[in-house]
């Protein structure tokens, strides 16, 4: 006696499933890459605050040092035995030496530190970048004013915009973030 034989059917997915997979996969996706897009722009206004915090309280150090902001006096001053500062006063070369070399009493700096090169350096690793647009670390992407005016960016130039009479510093862009606040007012 033969058994007839069983037709064994195979087990997968039909079209309908895999179809309703790919939709519910889609949804899932257009829900969760736009909030990473927006946490790289927060991230970015983020480390933007944070670079003008450590930029402004260097500042404020150096003024309370020294009596003066950063960049309001000449640099190129002194008996430093190594390296001096080159920055004419007002100038984003002062600037930067000031926070980035060793000072004495009067402003003049020094790349050693000495009992006359006693106060700085101010930041370590050289000036931040902006964080939004990456420039603000040259002598060229920082503008310097002394007028004591509140700092208003006419472009989206990027970098910093700094004013050695008030010591105020900005970003250097009249661009918006993504709260419609402008860059300038961080």
């Known amino acids: 006696m033969t058994t007839p034989s069983r037709i064994r059917r195979q087990g997968g997915f039909t079209l ?42 260097a500042v404020e150090l150096y003024k309370a040092q020294h009596i003066t902001y950063p960049g309001g006096i000449a640099t190129t001053g002194g008996t430093c ?50 964080a939004i647009t990456q420039k603000g670390s040259l002598v060229a992407e920082i503008v310097v004013t002394n007028t004591g005016a509140p700092i208003n960016p006419g472009a989206a130039i990027g970098g910093w915009a700094y004013d050695t009479k008030s010591g105020q510093i900005v970003m250097n862009s009249n661009a918006t973030d993504s709260k419609s606040k402008a860059f300038s007012t961080h």
């Open 16 to 57: 309908v499933e895999l179809l309703i997979v790919v939709i519910i996969l889609a949804i899932l996706a257009a829900i969760v890459i736009p909030q990473f897009s927006s946490a790289t722009t927060d991230a970015q206004e983020a480390a933007l605050d944070s670079n003008l915090g450590g930029l402004r309280n």
């Open 81 to 130: 035995t190594a390296t001096k500062g080159t920055g004419a006063i007002n100038s984003a070369q002062a600037f930067m030496d000031h926070l980035l070399m060793y000072s004495d009493a009067t402003g003049n700096t020094c790349s050693v530190g000495d009992n006359t090169f006693k106060f700085g350096p101010y930041l370590r690793k050289g000036v931040p970048t902006d």
